[in-house]
């Protein structure tokens, strides 16, 4: 893409903005130093130990803990923003330089994911502000649904009210479900023109609601004649079919719809999304071929109309060809729950993100990401390739059998901006899309392995954007105001942990896979300290292990009188309380920064522990069983909520529900634990003389009481779940296996006492 130096206004359409880090740094040093001292007081202080397991288990932990946090603070060390300025680049440039841009929608159930949702997402991409004939949108539908194609007739036919209408009155939020919702933007103009077509425009989308809502509550139904559209989804086994594609609306004005439903074959791996990704890449380049692709989940919406103008502010403000492989915008949450309750609303990662943008650039999280497609293509920065230099038989290992796909490519490697000659119109396109769609199409080509989304972890985004790092690019993130996504966050406290579940296994086994961050730094060229940062993300799994480890010492030492801290009268468990109180202040503070209430402090904290010692155990626990052949990876999608913005007000939301997942048991685990141990201290504290011998009761392990409670704090919600009712309690089963365990412990304990 040419870059537009000579220009008269010398103004940057893009900025990173280096942010002062002083304190931050200053904190997070005295953590470290008070962690370093805590360590060498435990060894030092080994052999004074009456019993020495749990003072070497703390050791085990602290010493984890410690490198964990040593990441942290590589990571956070320097912080950094990008701003984009549109303004300047419609001052800049022409419409007719923008590049063309594929857009890729995915789905994949469409009872887990509502058809609506997802029908919303294509309606605000359509919508966005930029030259509608640069544009194309491919949706990827995994569940081969009739409901979806129909669907997206539908919409596509509502869309040429819509696009034309938000275009005309600049309406900001694109997405209709969250527009004709929200009071604010209803008669902001007050012409009675505009009143008029807004009523128009409601009733049209309601119509179209009420369309798809109608169609997704009984099983669909249509002709299954030959000269139906739907012909092809007569009979269709949804994990055992043809491909199908369809071109839904070409050169009208909208950009291009097509649909896609990919071969599959239950002899043959589909690999989730990443397999999903690479037949939208392959049908694109075969149809549109635009250098240019963003992808979004089908439960994320454009929120902000001049995004794609955004992105052109990246694609035009940096100077340096080398300067970015991809760019994403943030993935942040409409109507998230209050305070977080589960937790997932990511905004804990704020100064993580902040942190590696000053790197080599954010990991890519597999959604509102702009990815270039030669860089897809498996180019590195300094590549070069001249038009016709690489061989018809390179290509075709590469990028497999299909001429058109072999063509698209080369086209793409050399960077050639010559558009193709005789555009053909895409459905005749079709057959060769077909092909490019086959579920064997992947074997022996470089598809999943170099090129494309990568196979072999079911977080297919982080590997895949590593692999991207790995090849010396660097990546960007900017979040303009208002923010250029939103989607929707897990509803319950069991699809949050399924999904942290899932990250957990994914980002783990890219540790085992030859795509180690430290290979690549070693071989490759990523950063040392990017290769730090993918270390602290892959490594969520196995911090369960010591958190749980962590979490039952207390309750192990009280059970059998021995101590993992200091006494309460020892000058040392200075350096306990000191971590204890400055972390946790250290954490309000940053989450004070971002304007968070107390309440959400705690919930991130507590809902830290409890995802670390549930879903990221399971997702550990997996990945171990993977390497021993026992287990395979499943993308388990997240189950989403169509709300609309006046959305209920039920008190009852945000409080945790349970099912039999088994996540579940180590959570009440241990809080048994932690309860039955205290219930023994108490015990003891009672039986004491406190006249005589104040000295003992200090020696009876005050500050593991302490920890005990914290703990139990913690799990306070799970505590209630034991007493809830109907979906609000934990199952009884749950219950009695956590039961079991915990007994087990106990007397385990008692056996080494
Ligand atoms: O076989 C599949 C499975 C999923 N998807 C799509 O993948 C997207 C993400 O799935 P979702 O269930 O929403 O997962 P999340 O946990 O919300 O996704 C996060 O984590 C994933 C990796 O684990 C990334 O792919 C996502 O981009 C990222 O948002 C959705 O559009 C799905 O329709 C498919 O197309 N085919
Ligand atoms: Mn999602």
Not at 339 to 348: H, M, T, V
Not at 576 to 596: H, L, P
């Amino acid at each position: 893409m040419a870059i537009n130096t000579q220009d008269s206004t010398c103004l940057p359409l893009q900025e990173k903005i280096v942010h002062n880090n002083k304190t931050a740094r200053a904190v997070e040093l005295v953590i470290l130093a008070f962690l370093v001292s805590m360590l060498i007081y435990r060894v030092v202080s080994f052999k004074d130990q009456e019993h020495s397991l749990p003072w070497f288990l703390a050791l085990l932990c602290e010493l984890w803990f410690t490198f964990i946090w040593i990441l942290t603070v590589c990571i956070k060390w320097n912080q950094c923003s990008t701003k984009t300025y549109p303004d300047r680049l419609l001052k800049r440039l022409n419409e007719f330089e923008f590049p063309t841009i594929d857009i890729f929608v995915t789905t994949a159930d469409p009872i887990l994911e509502p058809c609506i949702i997802t029908m919303n997402t294509i309606l605000s991409l359509l919508a966005v502000d930029y030259p509608a004939d640069k544009l194309a949108l491919y949706l990827s539908d995994d569940a081969c649904s009739p409901l979806i194609y129909y669907s997206l007739v539908e919409t596509t036919m509502f869309a040429k009210l819509w696009v034309p209408f938000c275009k005309k009155y600049n309406i900001q939020v694109r997405a209709p479900f969250r527009y004709f919702t929200s009071k604010s933007s209803r008669f902001k103009d007050v012409s009675l023109e505009f009143q008029h077509e807004w009523k128009t425009m409601k009733n049209e989308y309601d119509d179209l609601y009420n369309k798809i809502e109608v169609a997704s509550q009984r099983p669909f139904t249509f002709t299954c004649d030959h000269n139906s559209d739907f012909a092809d989804f007569c009979d269709v086994n949804r994990s055992d079919h043809l491909a199908i594609i369809k071109v839904i609306s070409e050169s009208t004005g909208l950009p291009h719809v097509i649909y896609i439903s990919r071969e599959k074959n239950s002899q043959h791996h589909h690999h989730y999304k990443a397999g999903a990704m690479n037949v939208l890449t392959r049908v694109s380049g075969v149809m549109t071929n635009a250098p240019l692709m963003l992808n979004v989940d089908c439960d994320m919406y454009a929120n902000n109309p001049q995004v794609f103008l955004h992105a052109m502010c990246i694609v035009f403000g940096h100077k340096n060809d080398q300067d970015w492989g991809f760019f994403e915008f943030p993935q942040a949450f409409y109507d998230g729950l209050k305070d977080d309750p589960f937790g997932n609303q990511l905004d804990n990662l704020y100064y993580v993100e902040n942190g590696i943008a000053a790197l080599q650039g954010p990991f890519y999280g597999g959604s509102n990401c702009f990815h270039r497609r030669k860089v897809i293509y498996g180019l590195s920065p300094n590549d070069k390739i001249k038009n016709g230099s690489i061989g018809n038989e390179d290509l075709h290992k590469v990028f497999g059998n299909s001429h058109e796909m072999r063509e698209s490519a080369a086209q793409i490697l050399s960077g050639s901006n010559a558009k193709i000659e005789n555009q053909k119109s895409l459905s005749s396109l079709i057959e060769a899309a077909i092909h490019v769609a086959g579920c064997t199409y992947d074997y022996g080509t470089d598809w999943g392995k170099k090129v494309g989304w990568l196979y072999g972890s079911v977080a297919e985004d982080i590997l895949t954007g590593l692999n991207i790092h790995g090849r010396g690019w660097k990546s960007v993130v900017c979040s303009p105001d208002p923010l250029a996504f939103l989607g929707c966050a897990p509803p319950t406290l069991v699809s949050s942990l399924t999904q942290q579940k899932r990250w957990a296994d994914g980002v783990l086994e890219i540790l085992f896979s030859d795509k180690n961050p430290l290979l690549l730094t070693i071989k490759g060229n990523l950063w040392f300290r990017q290769a730090l940062a993918y270390y602290w993300i892959c490594l969520w799994g196995p911090r369960s292990i010591p958190e749980l480890c962590y979490a039952s010492l207390p309750a192990y030492c009280i059970i059998t009188g021995s101590n993992f801290l200091p006494k309460i009268n020892e000058r040392p468990i200075i350096i306990q309380v000191g971590i204890f109180i400055i972390y946790n202040a250290y954490f309000f503070w940053e989450c004070k920064r971002q304007g968070m209430s107390l309440r959400m402090w705690w919930n991130l904290q507590k809902m830290g522990r409890v995802t670390s010692m549930t879903a990221w155990l399971f997702g550990f626990l997996n990945v171990m069983l993977k390497l021993v052949g026992l287990s395979k990876s499943v993308f388990e999608i997240t189950q989403k909520e169509y709300k609309s913005i006046d959305g209920d007000d039920d008190k009852n939301v945000g409080r945790f529900t349970y099912n039999t997942s088994p996540m579940i048991i180590p959570g009440v685990f241990i809080l048994f634990v932690n309860m039955i141990a205290l219930v023994n201290g108490v015990l003891r504290l009672l039986k004491v003389d406190y006249n005589d011998i104040w000295m003992e009761v200090l020696g009876l392990g005050l500050g593991e009481m302490f920890c005990s409670v914290w703990v139990m704090v913690c799990f306070w919600e799970f505590l209630k779940g034991l007493f809830g009712n109907g979906k609000y309690g934990i199952p009884y089963p749950s219950i009695w296996k956590s039961g079991v365990l915990a007994f087990f412990f106990v007397h385990l304990c008692r056996s080494f006492s």
